[in-house]
């Protein structure tokens, strides 16, 4: 089932930078949050009576996780293009790596050179499903980079720390936090999206969500599964991350040998052995949040950040395994309450909390190079 989740005022997602009112002053606000944020929020949302909250949370699973505006879904910009001045998505081809200088075999580069510098989305690049849908099918049309900023608005918002004995201010206390309302100048709806199983809310009412817990709307999407299955007869993969994505050797997932960048995958009754020939990966994210039931921060982790594509080469299985194991799954490595080992690996192979949510693709011509795709 998908949910979207609008703000009745403005959000507030905190990031890993420490904050308080007395050695470090200022916060700002994440956007779109972490999925586990929406399973603490749908978890105490749910509307079936007499169950508890543990009980909920182990039915609960978070599966993707987004933005919407005009009922279209957002998606982070894969990070295997490059943004032109005019803000059209060029992908970059694969190519070999120098002797020496990479980890992998192969590396990316622009299909052609140019003087051009590349833009930077303010608050980030998105693409809309159906550009995504041509580029995970190798499509060579070009695609729209959408900034993040187009559609919120960031404000700051000063505060000071109150004495709760007395219930007066205390002197140099104060602080302040950058939150988000999210709508664009046109004053059209950016929604918070999120596919949950294992729940039921009632979407007439209200929710809490993030830091301070502000409220927010919340009602049931009409619509089905995104994003369908790609065919190919390839040898040759690619793996794009629309959600952060928590692996156990950091930007290798523990299944990859970090030697020979082979590896087996295998669920139930699909197995595929590949070969990892190129990554595009962006700067590490730090996972935290807070936990409810004990009281106290969550341990931190790092995160390969969404829009990271993994190119594989397929030594054993076919392409339709690669669709069945990966395609709309949560890859991520680590479980929230069991961290990288499970007592039952077979039945949470997958994270249940909407990391590493991923979507395969074809490697189109033009972007495999040298390669034979």
Request: aromatic residues 12%.
């Given at each position: ?5 609008d703000?009745?005022d ?35 949302a ?19 996780s ?8 957002l ?17 970059l ?6 002797v020496g ?12 050179l140019?003087?051009d510098?590349?833009?930077?989305p ?15 099918e190798?499509?060579?049309?070009e695609a ?8 919120v608005?960031?404000?700051g918002?000063?505060?000071i720390?109150?004495?709760?004995s007395?219930g ?36 007439s ?7 301070e ?15 369908a ?47 990892l ?12 949040g ?29 392409f ?20 990288f080992?499970y ?12 990391y ?12 495999g ?5």
């Open positions: 089932m998908f949910y979207a989740i703000a009745v403005t959000f507030f997602f905190r990031n890993a930078s420490p904050f308080d009112a007395d050695l470090s002053q200022s916060a700002s606000s994440l956007f779109p949050p972490f999925p586990s944020v929406y399973a603490g929020a749908l978890r105490y749910d509307t079936t009576p007499g169950r508890s909250s543990s009980v909920i949370s182990r039915a609960l699973k978070i599966g993707f987004g933005l919407m505006v005009d009922g279209r879904l998606l982070p910009r894969p990070l295997d293009t490059w943004v032109s001045p005019s803000f059209k998505l060029e992908r081809s694969l190519v070999p790596s120098p200088s990479s980890p992998l075999p192969y590396c990316l580069t622009p299909v052609t140019t003087e510098k590349e833009v930077e303010r608050g980030g690049g998105y693409v809309e499903e159906a550009d995504l849908s041509r580029y995970l190798g499509a060579d049309r729209l980079c959408l900034s993040l900023s187009d559609f608005k960031r404000e918002h000063v505060g720390q109150i004495d709760r007395s007066s201010s205390r002197s140099g206390l104060w602080y302040s936090i950058e939150k988000v309302r999210p709508v664009d100048a046109c004053n059209r709806r950016c929604s918070l999206v999120v596919e949950a199983e294992g729940v039921s809310v009632d979407t009412s209200s929710i809490k969500l993030g830091g817990a502000r409220a927010a709307s919340i009602r049931r999407l009409e619509r089905e599964e995104s994003f299955p790609v065919t190919s007869s390839s040898r040759y993969f690619k793996l794009y991350l629309a959600a952060p994505a928590i692996f156990k050797q950091g930007w290798l997932p523990w299944w990859i040998d970090p030697v020979t960048k082979e590896g087996v995958f295998a669920y139930k009754k699909h197995r595929i052995r590949v070969r020939l190129s990554a595009a990966i962006g700067r590490h994210v730090a996972v935290g807070f936990s409810m039931e004990k009281r106290h921060p969550k341990e931190m982790r790092y995160a390969v950040p969404a829009g990271s594509v993994y190119f594989f080469e397929i030594i054993e299985g076919e339709k395994d690669a669709v069945k194991l990966f395609h709309r799954k949560c890859v991520s490595d680590y479980r929230e309450g069991y961290g080992v007592r039952n690996w077979d039945r949470m192979r997958y994270c249940d909390r909407g590493g949510y991923s979507l395969v693709g074809t490697i189109g011509a033009e972007q190079g040298v390669l034979n795709v």
